[in-house]
């Protein structure tokens, strides 16, 4: 058994902040991660990471307020205002210790960090690298890591959070590379887990993303908040999904249909057009699909950059320039790439308050597993990255004191000898099965049900139906075939307990779908196309209770911003 004041379950970029800030405070941390951090999904985000520093000529204006509002409106009224003014406020000292720290930002002619626009932005607040902002972020705080010589348990899989009498006592995590189960007894956890949609088949996200830290708060009594609102990236690299950011679309990329159209001035103002936020955007481009305006009457359309030219699109956005030639042999300079909106943020996630405390002591969430919310129905782009590190800064010196408070308990070694063979017991289940179903099949039929009747645009009758073919999919689930039966890197293994996970998830964001008739943010409904404030101005909770999923809701907290229309 392995023993630590504070262990941090994820090795993306909120969990190498909680980790960085627990270890500041002087309290012994390790962080468990199932990939090495620096190939964590963190990596995959390009754009920027917003911060209202005024660095813009045309933002010298800005400050965190109007931050916290566009953040507020973006998200369709649904956030948390406390939780945003923290957020907003606490983004500015964030981002000048990144700076401090080395993290190579693009910079303008002066000197001072470059700011770009993105969608929904009243002003340029988004800094960046280059297009690999996060690539850029995770080197950064993995070098603050190992200068602190923090502990990380690389390739270790977390199967179970071990709660006692409402506290957190630690985790059971499986080895891969030796195969073997042990307890990791902690004083206080902090999941950092990441997201979970690769629920879709068209998903941005890392094959990572298998939302097994949601799944397991889940399974020990933690409810979910508002896991019907996923976000569509409008602008994935058609047939590979990969993200490209929407910074080119702030600095002035076109979105062009088949007749060459650039056809945004339909969904919001000419002075917005492709600077549109992600739910208008994406919902802009499928309908554009749908109405026969894809490029050849395909599901996709353009993303022109050529007006950029050679030397803008190199320096500026290397990422796109690479990813466009090495995956799919197109020059953006010379040709414009075909893209699709494509799953790409979970709005919801582990409730949680903005002091990432959740419902059991000693357990405390941050980054895309939880939802603060500041993010609401819709999230801006930009905002994921800082939330990232605001709120696993916070993470980190909340359990902090959470632990000089005294308010933790030593665990008898008992609940931990159970808790290890409990999951050897699973384990040995698992390899015993006779059952004849594959699981990747299983797999494979989610993901049309999740694409096709739970996508961009929801109505009744295909929630209803996704629900039904979901718990059928659970019940064949039962009688799924056995794994490979060894124990050292089984990711056949792992990938029978991903996919039962899947199957919870789904369930839990179709239910949320289909209860919540109205639209709003990235939850369209074709059956309610109005948002529905009287009614709706709340969050869907989500708990399991003895097997069954049971929604409730709860009020949205409202600051000084109030509630008003969402017009761009």
Same mark, same amino acid.
């Given at each position: 058994?392995?023993?630590?004041?504070?262990?941090?379950?994820?090795?993306?970029?909120?969990?190498?902040?909680?980790?960085?800030?627990?270890?500041?405070?002087?309290?012994?941390?390790?962080?468990?991660?199932? @990939?090495?951090?620096?190939?964590?999904?963190?990596?995959?985000?390009?754009?920027?990471?917003?911060?209202?520093?005024?660095?813009?000529?045309?933002?010298?204006?800005?400050?965190?307020?109007?931050?916290?509002?566009?953040?507020?409106?973006?998200?369709?009224?649904?956030?948390?205002?406390?939780? =945003?003014?923290?957020?907003?406020?606490?983004?500015?000292?964030?981002?000048?210790?990144?700076?401090?720290?080395?993290?190579?930002?693009?910079?303008?002619?002066?000197?001072?960090?470059?700011?770009?626009? +993105?969608?929904?932005?009243?002003?340029?607040?988004?800094?960046?690298?280059?297009?690999?902002?996060?690539?850029?972020?995770? *080197?950064?705080?993995?070098?603050?890591?190992?200068?602190? *010589?923090?502990?990380?348990?690389?390739?270790?899989?977390?199967?179970?959070?071990?709660?006692?009498?409402?506290?957190?006592?630690?985790?059971?995590?499986?080895?891969?590379?030796?195969?073997?189960?042990?307890?990791?007894?902690?004083?206080? =956890?902090?999941?950092?887990?990441?997201?979970?949609?690769?629920?879709?088949? #068209?998903?941005?996200?890392?094959?990572?993303?298998?939302?097994?830290? @949601?799944?397991?708060?889940?399974?020990?009594?933690?409810?979910?908040?508002?896991?019907?609102?996923?976000?569509?990236?409008?602008?994935?690299?058609?047939?590979?999904?990969?993200?490209?950011?929407?910074?080119?679309?702030?600095?002035?990329?076109?979105?062009?249909?088949?007749?060459?159209?650039?056809?945004?001035?339909?969904?919001?103002?000419?002075?917005?057009?492709?600077?549109?936020?992600?739910?208008?955007?994406?919902?802009?481009?499928?309908?554009?699909?749908?109405?026969?305006?894809?490029?050849?009457?395909?599901?996709?359309? $353009?993303?022109?950059?050529?007006?950029?030219?050679?030397?803008?699109?190199?320096?500026?956005?290397?990422?796109?320039?690479?990813?466009?030639?090495?995956?799919?042999?197109? *020059?953006?300079?010379?040709?414009?790439?075909?893209?699709?909106?494509?799953?790409?943020?979970?709005?919801?996630?582990?409730?949680?308050?903005?002091?990432?405390?959740?419902?059991?002591?000693?357990? +405390? @969430?941050?980054?895309?597993? /939880?939802?603060?919310?500041?993010?609401?129905?819709?999230?801006?782009?930009?905002?994921?990255?800082?939330?990232?590190?605001?709120?696993?800064?916070?993470?980190?010196?909340?359990?902090?004191?959470?632990?000089?408070?005294?308010?933790?308990?030593?665990?008898? *070694?008992?609940?931990?000898?159970?808790?290890?063979?409990?999951?050897?017991?699973?384990?040995?289940?698992?390899?015993?099965?006779?059952?004849?179903?594959?699981?990747?099949?299983?797999?494979?039929?989610?993901?049309?049900?999740?694409?096709?009747?739970?996508?961009?645009?929801?109505?009744?009758?295909?929630?209803?139906?996704?629900?039904?073919?979901?718990?059928?999919?659970?019940?064949?689930?039962?009688?799924?075939?056995?794994? $490979?039966?060894?124990?050292?890197?089984? $990711?056949?293994?792992?990938?029978?307990?991903?996919?039962?996970?899947?199957?919870?998830?789904?369930? =839990?964001?179709?239910?949320?779908?289909?209860?919540?008739?109205?639209?709003?943010?990235?939850?369209?409904?074709?059956?309610?196309?109005?948002?529905?404030?009287?009614?709706?101005?709340?969050?869907?909770? /989500?708990?399991?209770?003895?097997?069954? =999923?049971?929604?409730?809701? #709860?009020?949205?907290?409202?600051?000084?911003?109030?509630?008003?229309?969402?017009?761009?």
């Amino acid at each position: 058994m392995f023993s630590h004041d504070i262990v941090v379950v994820g090795g993306g970029l909120a969990g190498l902040r909680a980790a960085i800030e627990a270890h500041d405070c002087g309290f012994d941390v390790a962080v468990v991660s199932k @990939v090495h951090p620096l190939r964590s999904h963190s990596v995959m985000a390009q754009g920027g990471i917003n911060a209202s520093l005024a660095n813009h000529p045309e933002g010298k204006e800005d400050n965190w307020e109007k931050h916290a509002f566009d953040t507020i409106k973006g998200s369709d009224f649904l956030a948390d205002q406390d939780a =945003v003014e923290t957020f907003a406020k606490e983004a500015l000292v964030n981002l000048y210790e990144l700076e401090h720290w080395g993290c190579p930002f693009s910079r303008f002619p002066n000197g001072k960090i470059a700011q770009r626009p +993105f969608g929904g932005a009243g002003f340029p607040r988004t800094c960046f690298g280059a297009d690999k902002t996060g690539l850029y972020l995770i *080197n950064t705080l993995y070098e603050q890591t190992i200068k602190r *010589n923090i502990k990380i348990y690389e390739e270790w899989v977390v199967l179970e959070l071990i709660v006692e009498d409402q506290t957190c006592r630690g985790i059971v995590a499986y080895s891969l590379p030796e195969g073997e189960l042990e307890a990791f007894k902690a004083k206080a =956890v902090i999941f950092c887990t990441g997201g979970n949609l690769r629920i879709y088949p #068209k998903s941005s996200n890392s094959i990572t993303s298998t939302a097994s830290g @949601v799944v397991m708060a889940f399974r020990a009594g933690l409810p979910l908040k508002d896991m019907e609102f996923v976000q569509f990236h409008p602008t994935t690299l058609y047939g590979l999904n990969l993200t490209l950011t929407e910074g080119a679309r702030g600095e002035g990329a076109y979105l062009l249909n088949d007749l060459g159209e650039r056809f945004m001035s339909r969904y919001v103002s000419e002075a917005i057009m492709e600077k549109a936020p992600r739910d208008i955007t994406s919902r802009a481009i499928q309908t554009e699909i749908n109405e026969g305006r894809g490029v050849g009457g395909k599901d996709y359309i $353009y993303l022109d950059m050529r007006h950029f030219g050679a030397n803008t699109i190199k320096k500026r956005f290397p990422g796109i320039y690479e990813a466009c030639m090495e995956f799919r042999g197109i *020059n953006p300079v010379k040709e414009p790439i075909p893209i699709q909106p494509a799953a790409h943020w979970s709005m919801g996630g582990i409730d949680c308050d903005y002091n990432t405390d959740t419902e059991v002591n000693g357990f +405390f @969430v941050a980054g895309e597993c /939880a939802c603060v919310s500041i993010h609401g129905a819709n999230r801006l782009g930009g905002n994921s990255l800082m939330e990232t590190i605001v709120f696993g800064r916070r993470a980190g010196r909340r359990t902090s004191e959470y632990i000089a408070n005294g308010r933790p308990k030593s665990a008898g *070694n008992g609940i931990y000898r159970e808790a290890l063979l409990k999951q050897e017991m699973r384990f040995q289940g698992i390899f015993e099965r006779t059952g004849t179903e594959s699981p990747y099949k299983i797999k494979s039929e989610l993901g049309t049900i999740m694409d096709t009747r739970v996508g961009i645009f929801r109505e009744e009758q295909d929630l209803r139906q996704a629900l039904n073919e979901i718990r059928e999919l659970q019940k064949r689930y039962e009688d799924v075939r056995p794994p $490979y039966k060894g124990r050292r890197y089984n $990711y056949d293994l792992l990938w029978h307990l991903d996919i039962e996970g899947f199957l919870t998830i789904s369930e =839990v964001i179709v239910m949320g779908a289909l209860n919540r008739q109205e639209s709003r943010g990235s939850h369209a409904r074709l059956d309610y196309k109005e948002r529905d404030d009287k009614n709706w101005l709340k969050h869907t909770v /989500a708990r399991l209770i003895d097997g069954e =999923v049971i929604l409730s809701y #709860k009020p949205v907290t409202i600051t000084k911003f109030g509630i008003g229309k969402r017009e761009y």
